[in-house]
């Protein structure tokens, strides 16, 4: 019964940013954790970004896109963002947004996830 819509993406230079925005549908969206993962042309499905639920909202980012990308979550909003800096072409894949809706651990594999959306496209050119 959950849904996952992405938005925001688009066309940019390198160098610039965009705001990723990802809307949940269902029940006690603030006590599970989101994802967002990406996957490049050719490529597997990477992870990108994690935000726990509940209280703590810990972050955690993949090597690759720390200190440049962050992961945030409104919860009276049922959304998650991911607002994306100084982004460089290897940036340009399709972007997911995901959750877990269970209480449980979940991490860097997309199998710890059970609901996913569609996508939303990022191209960063040079």
């Known amino acids: 019964q959950v849904q996952l819509v992405e938005s925001g993406g688009g066309l940019v230079q390198a160098g610039g940013s965009l705001r990723l925005s990802c809307a949940a549908s269902?029940?006690?969206?603030?006590?599970?954790?989101m994802a967002w993962f990406r996957q490049a042309p050719g490529k597997e499905r990477e992870f990108v970004a994690r935000?726990?639920?509940?209280?703590?909202?810990?972050?955690y980012y993949a090597d690759s896109v720390k200190g440049r990308f962050t992961i945030s979550r409104d919860n009276a909003k049922n959304s998650v963002y991911l607002q994306m800096d100084s982004l460089k072409p290897e940036d340009t894949a399709i972007y997911y947004c995901?959750?877990?809706?269970?209480?449980?651990?979940?991490?860097?594999?997309?199998?710890?996830?059970?609901?996913w959306g569609q996508g939303t496209q990022v191209t960063v050119s040079s």
């Open positions: 995901a959750t877990r809706r269970a209480i449980v651990r979940v991490g860097r594999d997309p199998n710890d996830y059970d609901y």
């Open positions: 269902g029940r006690a969206f603030s006590l599970y954790a």
């Open positions: 935000i726990s639920g509940g209280s703590g909202a810990s972050t």
